[in-house]
């Protein structure tokens, strides 16, 4: 046969396995009205276990063997997806435990953040709350947390991710480990300044202060001064706080322009962090699993079972939910070599449809899934 006749016989057979699949997804919405009705759950992982040996069994050779599983699990993820649906449409899904309100109650609320007067929290917090806010700083993010969680604050401002450096590895265990969730985030712009006590010339430093991912930031100008020690500190303010406190002219801090200013220090150079469009995402994060009616975001969690294909089929959820996702992060799970918890942000509501079918299908398939929050 010549191509052409190949390509027509290729379109027969095309047509069949189009019609078969649409009788089988017929079934497969007869079994969901069959789950619905005594209540049983939609993954059954024995019985698609057994199903997928019984195919591949069927097939001639290995090549067709693997092929067969790929597309019968396509399939039948198409089958559960219809029965998520099917659920959702006879109002079986189930609420999810989140309150929508029209908006957050900030006005007498307390406020932490970490780090010290002067910090970069600090700024994304009275960006948010206003200047006016009740608020008070702890030295970590863990002590941020645990204040949400014995209720000596309302909120928490706790920083995330930067443009450059990526993500904060800490606040997303944070977030894990505590029963405390997102409402809101706020970007502030990031300039870096290197500062000292006044007076301080630029040939008398040899030490610099200033966070890891600061230093990291600002590595081209800090290459320029090789004989420069640099020291890490746990806060950008902290460093400036200890440049002052030590008031010697050999050390400079490098941190925020409001910074030096609560600091009484002097800016020696501005903008030494080599990224000028540097922004750093910073969380709003409340105790209470609420989440304003108007909000865009999503962000959740899950552990996936260590096989082949597992986060692939779990992506689907988003494809056939219409969902984008916007970012993917995953973290080792400790104690479990070689594991990994996945990090999800995606656009959607709480309170939409097509978003509560797409958790309802992720809970059943993925481990431990946690909604971190809709803002």
Request: hydrophobic residues 40%.
């Amino acid at each position: 046969m010549d191509l052409l006749e190949l390509r027509n016989k290729l379109d027969q057979i095309d047509a069949q396995i189009v019609a078969l699949y649409e009788e089988r997804m017929e079934y497969c919405s007869q079994v969901a009205d069959f789950k619905i009705a005594t209540g049983k759950k939609v993954l059954d992982r024995e019985r698609e276990l057994q199903k997928l040996q019984a195919v591949k069994s069927l097939a001639h050779n290995e090549f067709n063997r693997k092929g067969i599983q790929e597309l019968f699990e396509q399939i039948m993820s198409m089958s559960r997806k219809l029965q998520y649906q099917k659920l959702a449409e006879q109002g079986a899904i189930g609420r999810l435990p989140f309150i929508g309100v029209d908006n957050l109650e900030t006005k007498k609320a307390r406020v932490v953040f970490q780090g010290a007067e002067g910090a970069y929290s600090q700024m994304a917090m009275e960006k948010y709350f206003g200047k006016e806010v009740n608020a008070y700083h702890v030295d970590s993010f863990r002590d941020a947390m645990g204040a949400l969680e014995e209720g000596s604050a309302d909120f928490a401002v706790l920083p995330i991710e930067n443009s450059t450096a990526g993500i904060v590895t800490q606040i997303y265990d944070l977030l894990v480990e505590f029963e405390n969730y997102i409402v809101g985030e706020q970007i502030i712009q990031i300039e870096h300044c290197l500062m000292a006590v006044p007076g301080t010339t630029m040939d008398q430093i040899d030490t610099v202060f200033s966070h890891p991912q600061s230093l990291m930031q600002s590595a081209k100008f800090l290459n320029e001064h090789p004989d420069w020690q640099q020291v890490s500190m746990q806060n950008n303010a902290f460093a400036a706080k200890k440049v002052l406190e030590d008031g010697k002219h050999n050390q400079a801090a490098i941190a925020s322009e409001h910074a030096a200013k609560t600091y009484g220090l002097e800016i020696l150079e501005k903008g030494i962090n080599q990224s000028q469009t540097n922004s750093t995402r910073f969380i709003i994060v409340c105790n209470q699993k609420i989440f304003r009616k108007d909000a865009e975001k999503v962000s959740i969690c899950f552990e996936l079972n260590h096989e082949s294909g597992s986060l692939y089929h779990i992506l689907s959820h988003f494809i056939y939910n219409n969902l984008n996702m916007t970012k993917i992060e995953s973290r080792p799970i400790e104690d479990r070599d070689w594991e990994y918890r996945f990090f999800i942000d995606f656009d959607g509501n709480l309170a939409e449809s097509s978003v509560k079918n797409a958790l309802r299908g992720l809970r059943e398939e993925a481990r431990n899934m946690k909604i971190l929050g809709n803002y």
